[in-house]
């Protein structure tokens, strides 16, 4: 089997677009710029698409590594048969190529292993074989030093039989999918737990069954994270009468003297081997699977907030709230850049309402503030309502940011480096700040997994969860393209074809030498070559360039199309850019070639009509209900404003302006079945939400959007 056929047995596209797409990444091309500029070559494939084919190639490769490893080491033991030779090479299942090796494995010393230094391997052999009579006098003649009773040397080959039957493959097979199906997970509490503070978050898993195979990955992290915290047990079970009736008919062949000692081997082999082994390893299926998911929403969840509505180059006042140490404030020029840092007091215990208000109003109009961003921590509705209440000369727009992870970046490596001579709260309110005007730009410079909008994440699989994140955040930053400019060293790193050093150097280049004048002067950049180049600068926009294309997403290898297509319009290339009714007269089948296809020639045509445009939507403004300051004003039927700030597999949670989040139930999130959450909501979305329970003790409140 070719890794063409491994990827296209498991996914639904065609071997030529597989086969042009391994060729772009042995060219060293990457995912978004294979997807965005390479459409013609692969057959339109998107993101998602072009990195299931890379990892799946990645994972027929590892299939072929671990197959070589087997294969030596069975060479090596010198037990590798022709057959089984041959069953090994056309296999591409790991649990398979694993049950073939499980008896040449190297292991701890096992009890079979005794027995068979103790001479019993041919008597287990006789046993085994079902033919034989007057097995007791045939025990006699395996009495040695180490064997001095029949009944030992019954029990010797019994541990050999038993393991022979955990390496069967044929029974293993089956067992294993009887697990599959049927197994069930069922958790009970620790006793001496059960009384204990922390465990009672867990209190639905004390004495707990479900399906595996229908259990929710939700339900599944939780239960084992109830039992790492060591407050339940699990055990995953199927029925055993069913398990040992399968053996039995699958091993013992008649009802000879032979059969009374294989059923006591094969009882035993099921307890001590196969049911532990089969056990852990759905439990781990399980396991991934629900990693799986939750990993699938936190990136799904990432992908919504990087791509959150900016508000553009504004000058902003930002404000990171506090009550006793005071409320930082910082001002902000259009690019984002520090101006001026100050602590007011409006709130207990000091109270300087007058003082702060005073200050406030200096600010907006010294620095020209045109929007004020307030994080949403400690005293984030407080704050908010002092600032609403004062009468500025001018139209403010007031928003409310989300701040988790602010304290995170505050205290980075990459914080200290943008501001070394400020402390972390100033650092804090930047980011707060910062967040508002270029969403994407501020949130790349913080681990994912501090932003809070995951599931579990920190229950998963750690490295899938990392390189699943990595993805979104290079497919957001490529989707919206990067001002070369003004982009920070963590955004640019993230640009397809640059990585971390690359970025470090085109920073260090722009602040050497000053802004970039065009694309081409990107060459001049240390270490960047041609490669590089190509995979880059179509995602770099030069505002206000001599050459207008350097502004928008068509690729500088296409630019003398551009002016061809111009020209034979009888006009200058910056001419048709924004002509939609030039734009229209272009037949892309004229300018077909065999550099660039159909749908190549659409992209650059749509991009045409607006170059540069950002995706994303523009920043609302949004007030929660003025009356909610905490949990105890709460009551059920209340309808209220809120946004919603997480999303899970199992329904959303909506912010509404009060410490505690609601949870809106995927069964309350619309009038009838809704399979996946993110059909009908997405994050940061604005929404009307009814009350449904409030529990001040527990600090839950349960909500419904069926109004």
């Keep these: 089997m070719t890794n063409i056929n491994f990827i296209q047995e498991r996914i639904n596209i065609s071997s030529k677009s597989i086969e042009n797409t391994l060729k772009l990444f042995s060219e060293d091309c990457t995912i978004p710029f294979i997807a965005r500029y390479r459409k013609d070559t692969t057959g339109n494939l998107n993101e998602v698409q072009i990195e299931d084919i890379y990892k799946l190639n990645h994972q027929f490769f590892e299939i072929l590594k671990r197959k070589e490893n087997i294969l030596k080491s069975m060479e090596e033991q010198d037990a590798l048969t022709a057959d089984l030779k041959q069953r090994i090479e056309s296999s591409f299942d790991l649990q398979e190529?694993?049950?073939?090796?499980?008896?040449?494995?190297?292991?701890?010393?096992?009890?079979?292993?005794?027995?068979?230094?103790?001479?019993?391997?041919?008597?287990?052999?006789?046993i085994m074989a079902?033919?034989?009579?007057?097995?007791n006098s045939l025990a006699q003649k395996y009495l040695n030093d180490n064997i001095q009773t029949v009944d030992e040397a019954f029990q010797g080959a019994r541990d050999i039989m038993a393991e022979w039957i955990n390496e069967n493959i044929y029974v293993r097979k089956n067992l294993r999918r009887l697990f599959?199906?049927?197994a069930l997970i069922t958790s009970k509490v620790i006793k001496t737990k059960l009384e204990e503070d922390a465990a009672q978050k867990f209190k639905q898993y004390f004495d707990w069954q479900e399906s595996l195979n229908r259990i929710p990955s939700h339900r599944l992290l939780a239960i084992l994270r109830a039992e790492t915290e060591g407050f339940v047990r699990t055990k995953i079970e199927v029925d055993k009468n069913e398990?040992?009736?399968?053996?039995?008919?699958?091993?013992?062949?008649?009802?000879?003297?032979?059969?009374?000692q294989i059923y006591l081997a094969i009882e035993d082999s099921y307890k001590r081997l196969l049911e532990p082994s089969l056990s852990t390893e759905v439990l781990a299926e399980a396991k991934a699977k629900a990693d799986e998911k939750s990993i699938q929403v936190f990136a799904e969840n990432l992908s919504q907030l990087l791509l959150a509505p900016p508000l553009g180059e504004k000058r902003i006042l930002a404000i990171d709230p506090g009550f006793r140490t005071g409320c930082k404030v910082v001002c902000l020029d259009e690019k984002g850049d520090l101006l001026h840092n100050e602590t007011i007091f409006p709130h207990p215990p000091q109270n300087e309402t007058a003082m702060a208000v005073k200050k406030i109003k200096s600010l907006i109009s010294a620095y020209n503030i045109e929007a004020i961003s307030i994080g949403n921590g400690t005293a984030g509705r407080e704050t908010e309502f002092f600032i609403k209440k004062i009468r500025f000369d001018r139209d403010l727009q007031v928003f409310v940011v989300s701040e988790a992870g602010a304290s995170i970046y505050s205290a980075s490596k990459i914080a200290r480096e943008e501001f070394g001579n400020y402390d972390v709260t100033v650092r804090g309110a930047v980011s707060i700040g910062r967040r508002l005007s270029d969403p994407l730009a501020e949130l790349v410079k913080i681990d994912a997994k501090s932003i809070g909008v995951g599931q579990y994440q920190h229950d998963v699989d750690q490295l899938k969860l990392k390189n699943e994140l990595d993805s979104v955040v290079m497919r957001c930053v490529n989707s919206v393209g990067i001002n070369l400019n003004t982009a920070s060293k963590s955004l640019l790193s993230y640009v397809s074809g640059i990585g971390e050093k690359m970025a470090e150097n085109i920073v260090n280049f722009r602040t050497e030498n000053g802004a970039f004048q065009s694309r081409k002067e990107l060459k001049k950049?240390?270490?960047?070559?041609?490669?590089?180049?190509?995979?880059?600068?179509?995602?770099?926009?030069?505002?206000?360039?001599?050459?207008?294309?350097?502004?928008?997403?068509?690729?500088?290898e296409t630019y003398d199309l551009v002016e061809k297509m111009a020209k034979n319009l009888k006009l200058k290339s910056e001419e048709l850019i924004g002509n939609k009714e030039k734009i229209k007269l272009i037949?892309?089948?004229?300018?077909?070639?065999?550099?660039?296809?159909?749908?190549g020639i659409k992209d650059i045509l749509k991009e045409l009509e607006k170059p540069g445009l950002d995706p994303r939507k523009s920043a609302k403004v949004f007030e929660f209900d003025p009356n909610l300051k905490s949990i105890k004003n709460l009551k059920a039927g209340m309808t209220v404003p809120g946004i919603v700030n997480n999303i899970t597999a199992f329904g959303c949670f909506v912010d509404l302006g009060i410490k505690e989040s609601g949870l809106v139930h995927i069964s309350q999130l619309k009038e009838g079945f809704v399979s996946d959450v993110n059909e009908v909501v997405k994050l940061q979305q604005q929404v009307m939400v009814k009350v449904?329970?409030?529990?001040?003790?527990?600090?839950r409140v349960q909500l419904t959007m069926v109004l």
């Design 97 to 126: 190529l694993e049950d073939y090796y499980l008896p040449f494995k190297k292991k701890r010393k096992t009890k079979a292993d005794s027995a068979r230094e103790n001479g019993l391997e041919p008597f287990a052999k006789i």
């Design 130 to 135: 079902q033919n034989s009579s007057n097995l």
């Design 180 to 182: 599959q199906k049927t």
């Design 243 to 260: 398990a040992l009736n399968f053996i039995d008919k699958s091993i013992v062949k008649n009802n000879s003297e032979s059969a009374e």
């Design 525 to 556: 950049v240390p270490r960047l070559g041609e490669k590089a180049f190509q995979q880059s600068s179509a995602f770099l926009r030069i505002h206000n360039a001599k050459n207008p294309l350097d502004n928008s997403s068509v690729h500088p």
């Design 587 to 599: 037949n892309p089948e004229n300018y077909i070639s065999e550099n660039i296809g159909v749908l």
């Design 692 to 699: 449904l329970e409030v529990d001040e003790d527990r600090k």
